[in-house]
């Protein structure tokens, strides 16, 4: 059991390694630059300019991606664009209220869902499982739309508070 262990752990360092290339690559890849997704649509060529010397996006590609890494390393995830704290500070905050919602849901999901799982499996064995499947399925065809449907509406919801937040930031300073 130890060597498996070690051995998923020894495996976790090159997925680590991967996923830190293909989400700073992505970062660096976003259209027209981090620059024009930090700025607004007006800003000039020196703001722009500035905003890339300051972020260190004049240095080369390696330059920048070991910079990365000391941050990551060091616990520095950046600053929040919506309240400018550390965005480490911010998940810290934010956890207790995700995982009590995480726990919670898995509570709700277990009591609901072992019933139904031993029922559907009773009603199986029995041979009546069109009704019941049928059922199941119009269950989770529900739950799924409702989830990307909800989905679709934070995701509308956050784009007007980062507006927001990047126009009261821009206004102040």
Same mark, same amino acid.
């Given at each position: ?12 360092? +090159?997925? *680590?390694?991967?996923? &830190?290339? *293909? ?6 890849? *976003? +259209? ?7 700025? +607004? ?25 070991? &910079? ?61 499982? &069109? ?22 509406? *934070? ?19």
């Amino acid at each position: 059991m130890l060597r498996f262990i070690v051995r998923r752990l020894l495996q976790l360092i +090159p997925t *680590l390694g991967g996923l &830190s290339i *293909l989400l700073f690559v992505w970062l660096q890849r *976003l +259209p027209g630059g981090p620059e024009y997704a930090l700025l +607004p649509d007006d800003a000039t060529a020196e703001q722009r300019e500035a905003l890339r010397r300051s972020l260190g996006l004049d240095q080369p590609f390696t330059v920048q991606y070991l &910079s990365f890494l000391r941050r990551i390393a060091q616990g520095d995830l950046g600053t929040s664009l919506q309240t400018g704290r550390p965005v480490l500070d911010e998940f810290f905050l934010r956890f207790p209220a995700t995982f009590e919602l995480a726990v919670s849901a898995m509570i709700i999901a277990v009591t609901i869902g072992l019933p139904l799982g031993y029922l559907l499996g009773l009603t199986d064995m029995l041979g009546k499982a &069109s009704g019941p499947v049928g059922l199941w399925q119009g269950l989770i065809a529900g739950l799924s739309c409702a989830a990307v449907l909800l989905s679709i509406r *934070l995701a509308r919801s956050a784009r007007k508070e980062i507006r927001r937040a990047r126009a009261t930031t821009l206004h102040s300073a």
